[in-house]
């Protein structure tokens, strides 16, 4: 079986391995199987090397080279996973072990960067601000974090941790985060933090979607709504007066709150060092493919020199 010369991508989730496989802009494959991540290290490895043979027996063709978005990232300084809710994965040389196994160049980003990867290049970006040369494209959901594009690539860092907002200290005194630290970003206005507040006032649970519903006749509701607005507002602004992006993208069901968009907006500027804030603010349109179409294109020759390492 022959290499061929597409752009194949690995989105590698907790429950679910997905790829695909690019023609250009159009799609010639999609293909899913389970991770299986309570197998163990080697199993999902073994998952993904099935993924790749599945995909290449629809096709008839074998990749030349793989993206693939992880859940945490590669330290460049010493190769191994960090920060991964899939923590199998985490202090493993998952790069070169994948690579050992699948015989090909393997590409790897945080899923964040593949999301603002795919949003610049294929999806809201693209079509509504494609001028734009720096682009933070937020996830903020059952965490938070960002991807980060300058001029089409994305901003890895030095310790491979750019774009990590959701782990930037709002209160020293906040609640304890699963890092280590108290206080993050996304202890007060992650999706799971928001609904846990309104539940301590309310004495029931809501979905952050019921509770943003029900803003009109329900005064707790309100009140959680309004924390995430100002706290938003401050954590945001916090990534503006550092990065000063083109255009900021909020993927992740927290930006489902649509009042993020006007309210949330308005709560910036209080905390910027400019006497206005300008800077679009929108939402996805690649849904949950993002993540594997950005995955895909990290394989494309203009990403590679700036991601091999």
Not at 40 to 59: F, T, W
Not at 80 to 86: A, D, H, P, Q
Request: glycine share 12%; hydrophobic share 40%.
């Amino acid at each position: 079986m022959s290499k061929g010369s597409w752009d194949w991508g690995i989105d590698l989730g907790g429950t679910k391995c997905e790829c695909v496989v690019l023609d250009g802009d159009e799609v010639l494959l999609r293909h899913r199987i389970p991770t299986e991540c309570r197998g163990g290290y080697q199993h999902m490895i073994g998952q993904i090397a099935k993924l790749v043979d599945e995909c290449a027996e629809k096709l008839g063709q074998r990749p030349s080279i793989i993206g693939m978005g992880t859940p945490g990232a590669r330290d460049p300084q010493t190769g191994l996973m960090k920060n991964c809710n899939t923590t199998e994965l985490n202090d493993k040389p998952f790069k070169e072990d994948l690579e050992r196994r699948l015989g090909v160049p393997v590409l790897i980003a945080n899923d964040a960067n593949c999301f603002a990867l795919a949003e610049t290049h294929l999806g809201a970006v693209r079509q509504h601000h494609p001028n734009a040369r720096g682009v933070c494209a937020i996830i903020l959901g059952r965490g938070g974090g960002s991807g980060i594009v300058i001029n089409g690539q994305i901003l890895n860092g030095h310790h491979g941790i750019a774009g990590e907002w959701g782990h930037n200290v709002l209160s020293p005194d906040g609640p304890e985060c699963y890092c280590g630290k108290r206080g993050c970003v996304e202890t007060f206005i992650s999706g799971p933090a928001l609904e846990a507040w309104y539940e301590a006032k309310a004495r029931r649970h809501l979905s952050l979607a019921q509770i943003a519903a029900a803003t009109a006749h329900d005064h707790v509701a309100k009140l959680t709504i309004d924390r995430l607005h100002l706290l938003f507002g401050k954590a945001l602004a916090n990534v503006v007066n550092i990065l000063d992006p083109d255009v900021i993208v909020i993927g992740g069901g927290v930006g489902n709150v649509q009042s993020l968009y006007t309210a949330g907006r308005e709560t910036v500027l209080p905390f910027l060092f400019n006497p206005r804030f300008a800077t679009p603010i929108i939402a996805p349109s690649l849904g949950d493919s993002a993540g594997v179409f950005g995955a895909a294109l990290l394989a494309r020759g203009v990403f590679k020199d700036a991601l091999l390492s």
